[in-house]
């Protein structure tokens, strides 16, 4: 039985087109959305693809066919919640040894009339395939079937209208949410003063806390330290000074090993235009900001995520600032102290 999010029942699926002899069926179900579609090609097709959905203000991955480093990676993203994914072209072919088809080439349209480039190669020996809602019944794709093995063997989507409304617009809590999010991992949410973290070159293994409730200090504890589980090259600790300042956004790198998310740094800002890096940023990492929408927060009060042996992916809670702080955020000044492009993430 799939882990899926049921839409509305005038939903309507298209596809698999392509016929396999030795790929394993897979339907991911019908999630609330898609945000973002990660494609692994080669000079012959599509070799797998990588799913960031959206469920319950929660991302969801998975993933089909083969995705490893011989590959070449493209990402596709859209401005999920206001922008989805309404078309897909591609393009079929056949393997005649293997009796088996292949998906040759995906192109992506979306709601705000952009049209991904062609992945993958879609040659006169392929036979072209639309997936699309048959009479605008359903607006945008919410999930994807088919088959798959070394490679994408055939391809279909499910498509729907949510029927849920987000209840994440509160103008005096807002939680951003992380673009990569597991199920199956042990979640955590809590309040802020002190972060300490242990890692080394694979990523942050272990997380600690210390946060304020009622005037109490308390420490929370996330991942793992233990020496038999991960070997640990650096400890580092970024102090607040508490309650005068406090944290106002957070970058995090983040990178995914075999089929999870890895958190592999943290860079803080606060509102004292003080700000450190925590953690190890690798080569092939990606990066997300953490904070609120224009109007809410400035004030970062919890951390929110995912960790089993190691910290997995990363949110933050905010709420308005109180009368005793000192600075506020600037963006243009974050963005040029850490160097790099940044999304920022959070649910309309």
């Known amino acids: 039985m799939c882990n899926c999010f049921v839409v509305q029942a005038k939903g309507e699926t298209i596809g698999p087109f392509g016929a396999s002899t030795i790929g394993d069926p897979f339907d991911d179900g019908a999630f609330d959305g898609v945000r973002a579609v990660t494609i692994y090609t080669d000079k012959i097709g599509v070799t ?5 959905y959206v469920a ?3 991302f969801h ?6 995705g490893n480093s011989l590959c070449e990676q493209f990402d596709f ?8 994914i309404t078309a897909i ?3 079929h072919g056949v393997d005649t040894k293997l009796n088996t088809s292949f998906v040759s080439s995906l192109q992506f349209v979306t709601s705000h009339g952009r049209t991904s480039e062609l992945f993958g190669d879609s040659s006169t020996f392929s036979t072209p395939f639309v997936l699309e809602s048959h009479g605008g019944q359903a607006e945008r794709v919410v999930g994807f079937l088919g088959a798959s093995g070394d490679r994408i063997n055939t391809l279909g989507a499910h498509f729907g209208y949510p029927t849920r409304t987000s209840t994440r617009n509160v103008p005096i809590l807002e939680i951003v949410l992380p673009p990569i999010v597991s199920v199956g991992l042990s979640s955590f949410d809590d309040g802020v003063k ?3 973290v242990k890692g080394n070159n694979t990523g942050i293994s272990y997380l600690k806390i210390e946060y304020v409730q009622d005037d109490k200090f308390e420490e929370r504890e996330h991942g793992s330290d233990k020496k038999d589980q991960h070997e640990v090259d650096f400890e580092i600790d970024f102090e607040i000074e508490y309650p005068q300042e406090y944290i106002t956004a957070m970058v995090i790198s983040w990178s995914v090993l075999s089929t999870e998310p890895q958190v592999m740094a943290i860079a803080i800002l606060t509102s004292y235009s003080r700000w450190g890096m925590l953690g190890l940023e690798g080569n092939n990492c990606k990066n997300y900001t953490l904070k609120p929408k224009a109007g809410l927060g400035p004030k970062m009060v919890g951390f929110t995520g995912g960790a089993n042996s190691t910290i997995n992916y990363i949110g933050a809670r905010f709420v308005p600032k109180s009368s005793n702080a000192k600075t506020e955020f600037s963006p243009s000044l974050f963005l040029v102290m850490f160097g790099y492009v940044v999304v920022v993430v959070g649910v309309m």
């Open 48 to 52: 797998g693809i990588t799913v960031r």
């Open 56 to 58: 319950n203000d929660q």
């Open 194 to 196: 002190k972060v300490t």
């Open 61 to 66: 991955i998975r993933n089909h066919g083969n």
């Open 89 to 91: 072209s591609g393009s």
């Open 77 to 84: 993203e859209v401005e999920y919640p206001v922008e989805f």
